[in-house]
C-alpha cells in the first residue's frame, strides 16, 4: 500500500529537513505533502519538492489542506519538528496493512519506548484528557492527543474535521471513536521540546481541548 505522510509545519526551518530525510529513508511506497502554514523562517523555502503553502491558519487547517494532495492508501500525521521518529511508523501502520485496525495511535504513555523527560503538567494534561475521552466515548486510550496518528485514507477523508489549530487532535479522537472505528495504540518515541526549543501548544489548548471532547459527544 501506498503512505501518504501529511506534514504540517511553521516555523520548523531548523528541524524540517532532518524529519524528511527519515521519512524518505523509510522502506515503504510514500508520499509526503509538506503544508507550510504562513512560516516566517524559510520553512517553505527548503521543502518547494513536496509543499502546499497557506496562510497561518494552525495545524488543523493545514492537515485540511494537504488531504486533497494526498494519494496514498493510508494517511500519517507527520510532525515536522523531530519530537516523533519516523522510524515508529512502520509498525504503526501494520494493523491497518493487516486488515486489524482502521486508525492506529502512537502511544507516548504506554512505555516500552524512549521518552525524554518532559513537563510535568503537560503530562498531567495529557492524561487528564485520555480519562475523559475513555469515559465520554467508552474506550480505553492512554494518549488522545498524541500527534502520531495514521488511518486509512477513506476514514480521514470522511471524518468532516473543522478544526484549524491544536483541536483537530481531539477533533479526530472524538469523530472516530464516535463512529466505532477499530483504533489500535501502540507505543512509541518521544522526544519532547520545551518552549525554548520550540514547542507551541499551552494550556488553552487542552481547555479547548475539553470543549471538542464534549461538544463532539454531545451532539447529534
Avoid at 95 to 120: K, N
Wanted: net charge neutral; proline share 4%; charged share 25%.
Amino acid at each position: 500500500m501506498r503512505i501518504s505522510f501529511l506534514v504540517p509545519a511553521f516555523n520548523e526551518a531548523a528541524t524540517v529537513i532532518a524529519v524528511l530525510d527519515r521519512v524518505w529513508a523509510l522502506d515503504l511506497e510514500k508520499q509526503i505533502v509538506v503544508v507550510d502554514d504562513g512560516s516566517t523562517d524559510g520553512t517553505g523555502d527548503l521543502v518547494q519538492k513536496w509543499l502546499v503553502r497557506q496562510r497561518n491558519r494552525g495545524k488543523g487547517a493545514a492537515i485540511r489542506a494537504a488531504v486533497p494532495h494526498a494519494d496514498g492508501d493510508i494517511a500519517v500525521i507527520q510532525d515536522a519538528d523531530l519530537e516523533y521518529d519516523p522510524e515508529d511508523v512502520p509498525g504503526l501502520i501494520d494493523p491497518i496493512l493487516r486488515g486489524a485496525a482502521d486508525v492506529v495511535f502512537g502511544s507516548r504513555l504506554s512505555g516500552g519506548r524512549p521518552q525524554r523527560a518532559y513537563m510535568f503538567w503537560h503530562l498531567v494534561g495529557n492524561r487528564f484528557l485520555s480519562l475523559l475521552t475513555n469515559v465520554l466515548y467508552n474506550t480505553t486510550l492512554s494518549d488522545m492527543e498524541t500527534g502520531y496518528k495514521a488511518m486509512r485514507m477513506e476514514v480521514l477523508r470522511s471524518l468532516d474535521l473543522r478544526e484549524d489549530d491544536f483541536a483537530i487532535e481531539p477533533e479526530i479522537t472524538a469523530k472516530v471513536c464516535k463512529r466505532k472505528l477499530r483504533i489500535y495504540e501502540l507505543p512509541i518515541a518521544y522526544y519532547g521540546r520545551t518552549y525554548a526549543e520550540g514547542k507551541k501548544i499551552t494550556w488553552k489548548d487542552g481547555v479547548k481541548a475539553v470543549r471538542v471532547l464534549l461538544g463532539i459527544r454531545l451532539s447529534g
